[in-house]
């Protein structure tokens, strides 16, 4: 989970992955004010429209609505995120108006045909990934979780660490052949730890938010922000969770989760949603902690 988030999880979830962008349970996403090439009002049946975050429609060179989506920046591209195709409209189409209008633009989308025409006419995959929430209403943490035992008794805490202290953790913990490496220098991975903590990434830090310390070192880390939108695919947001990947630190994600989970609850949060890169078994992890999967999608750049 890192580089910034937005997922798109089709209506029933949505994420983003890292082969460019190092991220882990989002992809770096940073809202746009002005829409380009597109529209900014929505459409009957919008899947989308309910998540709080305005809508945008492309249109053909008929005028006609081939797709909706939200907008932002991912790693410098207009990204046309939750991405939906108009119903009756062919992908083949909708692919080539996209082409056109969206010369160069990001693109997440839960849409397989879509993505098929895309991909066919030279959209290359970025991400493939999967959405996850657990509806905090309809299932509260247990009690239990709010001292989560942890493997070696390293302590849980609220974030009181620089960006300093976590960042070479994070690069440890997404080594190469991990799903989501990044391929950071030390001082690319300080900088998005840096503007984590400073709210600059996806919204700003939760008090959930926590570490595992081993005397002075962080061992893991579990980061938590305010999305834009409402849950699942918005809302509080687990944008990165790690741990050190020596075999004895085996559990600690989950207890830091357990952590997050029972503070999001005491503080009365509706949910807790994060995405997973396809192919990264943590999603396991989420899975046994109650999370349920709301959807997949992929995350395309297309030529430009
Ligand atoms: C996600 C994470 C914090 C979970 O920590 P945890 O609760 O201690 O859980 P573990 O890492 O022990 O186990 C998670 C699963 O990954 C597997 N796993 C862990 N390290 C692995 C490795 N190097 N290679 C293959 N599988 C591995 C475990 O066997 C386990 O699978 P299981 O559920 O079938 O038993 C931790 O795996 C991690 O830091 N991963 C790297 C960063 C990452 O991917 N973060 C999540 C981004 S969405």
């Known amino acids: 989970m890192s580089s910034s988030s937005s997922t798109s999880a089709p209506r029933s979830s949505r994420t983003s992955s890292p082969a460019s962008s190092g991220a882990g349970c989002h992809e770096n996403a940073t809202p746009r004010d002005e829409p380009m090439n597109t529209s900014d009002t929505t459409h009957p049946g ?16 008929a005028g006609a609505p081939v797709l909706t989506h ?39 989308t839960d849409d397989e045909a879509l993505a098929g025409a895309l991909i066919a006419r030279g959209a290359r995959v970025v991400r493939h990934a999967h959405s996850y929430s657990r509806d905090l209403r309809a299932a509260p943490a247990p009690v239990a979780w709010s001292t989560p035992e942890t493997p070696g008794g390293y302590q ?16 440890k913990a997404y080594p190469p052949g ?36 081993e005397g002075d070192t962080v061992v893991g880390a579990c980061l938590v ?22 075999p004895r630190y085996a559990g600690l994600g989950a207890a830091l989760l357990r952590r997050a989970l029972w503070l999001s609850t005491q503080a009365e949060l509706p949910a807790l949603s994060l995405v997973v890169s396809d192919g990264n ?24």
């Open 156 to 171: 849980l805490t609220a974030v009181n660490r620089s960006a300093e202290a976590l960042a070479p953790l994070l690069l």
């Open 281 to 304: 078994p943590a999603r396991r992890v989420y899975e046994r902690l109650g999370f349920q999967h709301v959807g997949s999608s992929r995350t395309l750049e297309l030529p430009t």
């Open 46 to 61: 919008d899947p989308w429209a309910g998540t709080e975050l305005p809508r945008h429609i492309v249109r053909d060179a």
């Open 225 to 246: 922000t305010l999305r834009e939108g409402s849950p699942p695919h918005g809302g509080p947001w687990v944008i990165e969770v790690y741990r050190n990947p020596a």
């Open 178 to 213: 991990h799903p989501d490496h990044s391929g950071w220098t030390p001082e690319e991975a300080r900088n998005e730890v840096a503007r984590i903590l400073a709210g600059e990434l996806l919204g700003p830090l939760l008090p959930c938010s926590g570490l595992a310390l």
């Open 70 to 108: 939200a907008l932002s920046t991912r790693e410098g591209r207009p990204w046309a995120d939750l991405a939906w195709r108009i119903p009756h409209v062919d992908a083949t189409h909708c692919a080539d108006v996209l082409l056109a209008a969206l010369r160069g633009w990001a693109l997440s």
